[in-house]
């Protein structure tokens, strides 16, 4: 069902996109934990076609536009798009992974941050980041219970975010049976109150956050985008459901509980 260009999901279609939501959270539970020094990225992604293939689904990135991998790796200034492949992964990096998959043409898509163990301790400023950066998702995904339009999203994004560079160029989005639709979901406060938040709306809440500033450019491979001041940066997102009791969080195990619970916000699945 489509709506001023939104494509407005059925109980059942979201059900459906819960399906593919539950590949992605397993190959993040895959990945993160072979995160460590010595690791190629490139390696990482073979541990998410391992999964893929396991499930029976199939990557949303690979191919798409020409993008050569499973998994976006971004590693340290690198913010979204880092394209997997030799680089080695050392401590105290601070890794960013974008995942997707779809079954049975329905589709997934999260991302989470991060920070590499290392024997001296990590950077207790790229700990902090990280921390903010899945907090501001978090207060995003809560205006989609408490809010009524999607501008209360960015907003709720920015006001978590404090003093960090808030990356605008790139932004959360509409998903279903594509991964990228309408609408876009801005990760800060802009001057439109956006579409109502109505039952049938699944979006991608996505903020990006560096420890610098806001501007980025994209590297000459076409895809890895990253902070033109150097500073690093953290990323995350989950794929979320608006239905007519509540929200559910498709790319969390839990349905979003536990990083809702600290909003007020509970969990309502369709189960």
């Avoid at 999260?110 to 501001?136: H, M, N, S």
């Avoid at 978090?138 to 920015?158: F, H, N, P, S, Y």
């Amino acid at each position: 069902m489509f709506g001023r260009g939104i494509e407005y999901k059925t109980p059942d279609q979201i059900r459906l996109m819960r399906t593919a939501g539950l590949v992605v959270a397993d190959i993040h539970h895959a990945v993160r934990a072979a995160i460590a020094p010595g690791v190629s990225t490139g390696a990482l992604d073979t541990v998410a076609q391992d999964v893929l293939d396991r499930a029976g689904a199939t990557s949303n990135f690979l191919g798409y536009h020409g993008f050569p991998g499973r998994l976006c790796v971004s590693v340290n200034s690198e913010i979204v798009h880092g394209i997997p492949g030799a680089r080695v992964i050392q401590p105290g990096d601070v890794v960013s992974v974008d995942a997707g998959a779809v079954v049975d043409g329905w589709h997934g898509d999260a991302a989470f941050t991060a920070v590499v163990p290392a024997e001296a301790g990590t950077d207790p400023g790229d700990e902090a980041l990280v921390r903010t950066t899945e907090a501001a998702m978090w207060a995003g995904i809560a205006a989609l219970a408490t809010g009524k339009r999607l501008g209360d999203v960015g907003a709720a994004v920015e006001d978590a975010s404090y003093d960090y560079g808030i990356v605008r160029e790139y932004t959360g989005h509409g998903i279903g049976t594509a991964m990228h639709q309408e609408p876009d979901v801005p990760g800060y406060r802009t001057g439109r109150r956006g579409p109502a938040l109505r039952p049938g709306l699944c979006v991608a809440v996505e903020p990006m956050l560096t420890r610098g500033g806001e501007a980025t450019q994209v590297l000459d491979d076409g895809w890895t985008v990253v902070s033109v001041d150097g500073s690093r940066a953290a990323h995350f997102e989950h794929t979320v459901a608006v239905h007519s009791r509540g929200i559910w969080v498709l790319t969390a195990p839990d349905g979003g509980a536990a990083g809702l619970a600290a909003h007020g916000v509970d969990v309502v699945p369709l189960d």
